[in-house]
Nanobody, 123 residues
Framework: QVQLVQSGGGAAQPGGSLRLSCAPS????????????MNWYRQFPGKQRELIAS???????VYGGAVKGRFTMSRDYVMNTGYLQMNNLKPEDTAVYYC?????????????WGQGTQVSVSG
């Protein structure tokens, strides 16, 4: 298991933009680790987490229908950081957002979750 640290998020008005970041902490942030997979989820109150964006082994990301065309995920392979750019935000995007990352190092595979970030869209 690796610990992931999320940043970004917060409040935005409808039509606005926010960017979330996700990076491993500790030794997993070193160049000895490489990202092999990255997923972004969101969770509405009282609901289960839902997958909204996924990229495995560097392939083009796949997006859920509700965010396709508005959200874009990307990675910085040097910094081992993942991003979720959220544009044209809608009130129904209000949720807690989580990242999940799979990394590889020395033949071992590690998996971890971010702590979650609140995104609130209103106005």
């Amino acid at each position: 298991q690796v610990q992931l640290v999320q940043s970004g998020g917060g409040a935005a008005q409808p039509g606005g933009s926010l960017r979330l970041s996700c990076a491993p902490s500790g030794s997993a942030s070193s160049s000895a680790f490489s990202i092999t997979g990255m997923n972004w989820y969101r969770q509405f109150p009282g609901k289960q987490r839902e997958l909204i964006a996924s990229s495995i082994d560097g392939r083009d990301p796949v997006y859920g229908g509700a965010v396709k065309g508005r959200f874009t995920m990307s990675r910085d392979y040097v910094m081992n950081t993942g991003y979720l750019q959220m544009n044209n935000l809608k009130p129904e995007d209000t949720a807690v957002y989580y990242c999940r990352m799979t990394l590889k190092s020395g033949g071992e595979v590690y998996d971890g979750w971010g702590q979650g970030t609140q995104v609130s869209v209103s106005g």
